[in-house]
T-cell receptor, first 116, second 111 residues
């Protein structure tokens, strides 16, 4: 149980275009999902917290107009990288947890974004 | 969340037990210890978590000291596929809280 599916697993796009990444909780409902970013040889950095039915909460330094998050249902959150630039190339990972208090966070397998 | 300290890297021989330490001396009474690992180019994988008692599952054992200021993750018979970065994270057990990742320990299992 507790499977988080992320799609696509990799994407290459041209500078200036937008890319949408989907994160789904397959066998549980997630009122909260988290989006992380990971650059090579670095640890995961939290970008934003996605709340079902309300606006996402962004970490300091993350542009909310560039990284659009939509959490339209209890099983789906999307991250759209708008007007992508080469410096946005990174590994993006989503995570979700069930609603029981200390249940662990489960992660998707990540999306490798390369902007050319 | 309490800060954790882990060695940056460790080696282990295949088939032997891998013991990964973690210090969390500022842990609070309501904070859990979680362990995750990340194999190259994949999302983190949940391993185990505990509050104060030792825990065991099909993947590993978690030993938490009585004062809760440190813990050890034990992989009883390490295989080459256990080569990964292992993260020890201390967090309040609240469904709304995110996880903060430190540097982790890069475990290399060698034949």
């Amino acid at each position: 149980g507790a499977v988080v599916s992320q799609h696509p697993s990799w994407v290459i796009c041209k500078s200036g275009t937008s890319v949408k990444i989907e994160c789904r909780s397959l066998d549980f409902q997630a009122t909260t999902m988290f989006w992380y970013r990971q650059f090579p040889k670095q640890s995961l950095m939290l970008m934003a917290t996605s709340n079902e039915g309300s606006k996402a909460t962004y970490e300091q330094g993350v542009e909310k107009d560039k990284f659009l998050i939509n959490h339209a249902s209890l099983t789906l959150s999307t991250l759209t990288v708008t007007s992508a630039h080469p410096e946005d190339s990174s590994f993006y990972i989503c995570s979700a947890r069930g609603q029981v208090g200390n249940s662990p966070l489960h992660f998707g397998n990540g999306t490798r974004l390369t902007v050319t | 969340d309490a800060k954790t300290t882990q060695p940056p890297s460790m080696d282990c021989a295949e088939g032997r037990a891998a013991n990964l330490p973690c210090n969390h001396s500022t842990i609070s009474g309501n904070e859990y210890v979680y362990w995750y690992r990340q194999i190259h180019s994949q999302g983190p994988q949940y391993i185990i978590h505990g509050l104060k008692n030792n825990e065991t599952n099909e993947m590993a054992s978690l030993i938490i000291t009585e004062d809760r200021k440190s813990s050890t993750l034990i992989l009883p018979h390490a295989t080459l596929r256990d080569t990964a970065v292992y993260y020890c994270i201390v967090r309040v057990g609240d469904a709304g809280n995110m996880l903060t990742f430190g540097g982790g320990t890069r475990l290399m299992v060698k034949p």
